[in-house]
């Protein structure tokens, strides 16, 4: 009985350890490709913190809904789709992501 406890205590190490190589193996797999990012326009656009307690419109503050965020997959043209079904009041800072980078990046 000790000697099949310890055989299957082996084989589950092996197990364990097949499954951590096949999982390092996926994170080499998942890294972001090499590519030239367009640089224009980096820094970041101070704005008032005051401006926080007008309307959107007419603040001036680099907000846009989250809702339009997409970005350029730069596979054969394509996008992500926009996350349509969020509320506009969530919103996303152009300092984070602009929306023309989506047709440079």
Excluded: C
């Amino acid at each position: 009985q000790e000697q099949e406890q310890e055989q299957e205590q082996e084989q589950e190490q092996e197990m364990e350890i097949e499954l951590e190589i096949e999982l390092e193996i996926e994170k080499e797999q998942e890294q972001a490709a090499e590519r030239e990012y367009s640089r224009e326009d980096e820094a970041a656009k101070p704005w008032p913190l005051s401006n926080l307690g007008k309307p959107l419109g007419s603040s001036g503050l680099p907000f846009y809904p989250l809702a339009d965020f997409t970005v350029n997959k730069g596979i054969f043209g394509t996008y992500t789709p926009p996350l349509k079904e969020l509320p506009n009041y969530v919103l996303v800072s152009d300092n984070y992501h602009r929306q023309s980078w989506r047709l440079s990046s």
